[in-house]
Structure formats: C-alpha cells, structure tokens
C-alpha cells in the first residue's frame, strides 16, 4: 500500500534565530515544500529506511510528468541556467525575508553536500520583461548558508507505460539555503531568482518542479529558466514546461519547490490611500472609509490592530504620519 508521509521529513534546519516559514511555493503549509513525498511509489516499491520517494506523478486523466529536475548551475560546456519563480506579500503585511531554501539534486552524487554557492536576486516585475527591476540581491555574490539531505529521492513515474523506471536513490534531494537577509517587502508580487555551484563545478545540478498527488502542475504555475546555452532560447527567459508522456501528452507549465524564511512585521504604512505620500490626504481617507466610504485601496481601517474600526484608527494613523511607532 502506498503511504503519504509528513512531510517533516524534508524539513532542514530553520534559519536566523525566530524566523518563521511565511511561504512555500505550492506547498500544502507555509513550512512544507511541493515534493510529494511518499513512503512507497505507485507501483508499491518502499523508500529506503527513514527515506521518501518524490515521484514524478500521474493525473486524473492517467497522463505523467517527464522530467526529473530542471537546470539551475553554471557548469562546464553546458552553460549558464538559472531558476526563478513568483510569489506575493498579502494584503496589509510586511516581510523581512531571512532566507530563500531551495531543492536540488546532483544525479549520481553521494557523500556530503554536492553545493558549494548559491546566488539570489528578489525583482520586482517579470525576469526578462521591459518593467522589471532587481530589488534586492545580485547574480554574483555566493548567499550559501547551509545545505541538507532532506531524505527525499527524485524519481520517475514508476506506473506510465511506456517502460516505467523502478524507482533508485540517484537523485538525492537537498535542501539549500540562502541568506535574504535585510531584504523587507511590502504587499505586493515579487519574482525569486537562483543559481547554484556545485562544489564540484563541471557537475550539473537540477531542481525538481513542484509536486502534489495526482497532479501535473499547481493552478496558475509559471515558473522560469534562463538559459546561456546556444538555442533558440538563448540569453532569454522561458516558461518551465513538462512535456509528460505518453507522446501525445500536452506539455504543462511548472512551478518550483521552494521556501521563504524570515518575520512577519506590523504593516502600518501610512500612505493609507496609496498615492505615493503620507499626509493629511489619508488622513481623510481613513476617516471617509470609517464612515462606510469607498476603499479602492483595499487597506484595513483598523489601522491600529485592536478589533475595532473607530476614531482610534485615525489618531495612530496621524502619530506615524507624524513620525510615531507602529501601532
């Protein structure tokens, strides 16, 4: 029979003292990533002792993912990939970022960890779009902070003709961490970046896409890769996609595994209406919103945190417009 594990066990060691997981790109929890783990595959093979498998899965429609793990190094001949994804600060919050943990896997690799860097850049806007700006990060400073075994072994659909694979251990699963340390976001959606160094530099490493039962992809999965290689692709941002199997299987675009660290921290914005200033105009804002007015900014009344939406609201608003602390 096959069996879903808890998925602590790809649980790796936290980061900063007290930071907490506020995000996991497609995972069931904010601390859990999208890896699928299982105790047994589909087709009834055990893990290894203590150990999980991440399979490749099959849909309802009896369709499966083709590929183990997507490009994210710079090695050797093969050239310069790099992985990114998005994701998006509610609604009247405020996130200092700690750490990004990413999953890869190196084929073949056995020993300690296989990474010995990773680089990160937190955008604003699309990779590759006209718009889009680096906010946060740079593609040339090493951000390793430490790197786990989560246990988890990337493999193939061991159930979809044609010649499904017996599961094996060659695709050991890391979790790797990088340091966002001093990087604060307000609400809004952001795009991720990374690329990591094997410690052995001509060795590829690749990272699994985002994997739940019974599905192909997550709803709305837009992940991208950057690619140096000579191709069509070259020098360009492209959207990860799955071509599956069998043959006449449509490809599906993927999202990718992958955790944010850091403290959730009292959003107390005063540019209440989100005009660019914070003045009296808000002020007058908050007032009219109080009194059943329109609120096309979308911003909490209860400014101050108390549970109530009264004339308290607006005197913390005008002490932080006036230089006071957060409510």
Known sequence: MRTTLALSIVAAAAGSAGAQALFSNAGPTPDSPALAPSGASLSGVTAPPGGAW?????????????????????????????????????????????????????????GGSPFGGISVRVWLGQPGTADAVVIAGDSDANVLSTAAATG??????????PLPPAPDTSRAIWSVDASLAGTVLGPGRYWIDWQLTCANPDNPAFSPSASLASSRATLGSNALQFRSEPGPALGQWTPIRDSGKPAATPDVAQDLPFILLGFALPNCDPDFNQDGNADQDDVGYLTNVIAGG????????DFNRDGNVDQDDVLALVDVIAGGACP
């Open 54 to 110: 991440s399979e490749l899965q099959t849909s309802v429609t009896g369709e499966c993912n083709a590929t183990a793990g997507f490009s994210v190094h710079s090695a050797g001949e093969e050239g310069l990939y790099r992985l990114a994804d998005d994701f998006e600060v509610p609604a009247d919050s405020l996130w200092q970022l700690d750490t990004l943990r990413v999953y890869a896997f190196v084929p073949g690799h056995a």
């Open 152 to 161: 988890v072994y990337r493999v193939f659909n061991t159930l979809r003709a």
């Open 294 to 301: 329109e609120n096309p900014a979308g911003r909490d009344p």
